[in-house]
């Protein structure tokens, strides 16, 4: 018998571009009243600083941000009381950011910790990912593996979720869970 969780989880996922993090705020946004926003990307460029800037905008007052671009599992298990939600943006950059900071020999680990923090969450969780899986296939070693990491992230992720929408043009489609739940 699976153990009753305190909190809802909703994986959002889609391809660049696709209005997948638009749709999982809007998400996060209807259903929290005080939302925790846990940020993985780091701004290493300029054009990567625009679009932190960007999506902070975004979002309104009532939103506090929690930048962590490794120890995400630590970020999930300590969200305060303060919080009634979180939405996680983007698993597939944390993933990215374990796999050149840490090296392929933490993914493991590192998934493994996530998936126990969103199984011991308290509060709604919308984890926001990248599908990886439908383009071309990369042309370097590192690309493949990258892009099987993370449909295998993905796969975990949608094994544990209440709800799982792909986001297409801007369109949620539920693949998992009932229509208008999360």
């Known amino acids: 018998m699976k153990k009753k969780r305190d909190g809802k989880l909703t994986l959002v996922i889609g391809g660049a571009r696709s209005g997948k993090s638009s749709y999982a705020a809007r998400l996060a946004a209807h259903h929290f009243k005080r939302p925790l926003y846990i940020a993985t990307a780091e701004p290493f460029d300029p054009e990567m600083v625009e679009?932190?800037?960007?999506?902070?905008?975004?979002?309104?007052?009532?939103?506090?941000?929690?930048?962590?671009?490794?120890?995400?599992?630590g970020a999930v298990a300590d969200v305060s009381s303060r919080h009634d939600g979180v939405l996680l943006d983007c698993v597939t950059v944390w993933l990215c950011n374990v796999l050149v900071r840490e090296g392929e020999k933490a993914i493991s680990k590192r998934i493994d910790e996530l998936i126990a923090a969103l199984g011991g969450r308290k509060r709604d969780v919308i984890v926001v990912?990248?599908?990886?899986?439908?383009?071309?296939?990369?042309?370097?070693?590192?690309?493949?593996?990258?892009?099987?990491?993370?449909?295998?992230?993905?796969?975990?992720?949608?094994?544990?979720?209440?709800?799982?929408?792909?986001?297409?043009?801007?369109?949620?489609?539920?693949?998992?869970?009932?229509?208008?739940?999360?």
């Not at 990912?129 to 990369?138: A, C, D, H, L, S």
């Open 51 to 73: 679009r932190i800037a960007r999506h902070k905008s975004a979002r309104g007052p009532e939103w506090a941000c929690v930048e962590e671009p490794l120890d995400v599992a």
């Open 129 to 182: 990912g990248n599908e990886v899986g439908m383009g071309i296939v990369p042309d370097n070693r590192m690309g493949r593996d990258f892009r099987d990491y993370a449909g295998w992230l993905n796969q975990d992720l949608a094994e544990i979720a209440d709800t799982v929408v792909l986001v297409v043009a801007g369109i949620p489609m539920v693949l998992k869970g009932k229509k208008g739940k999360r």
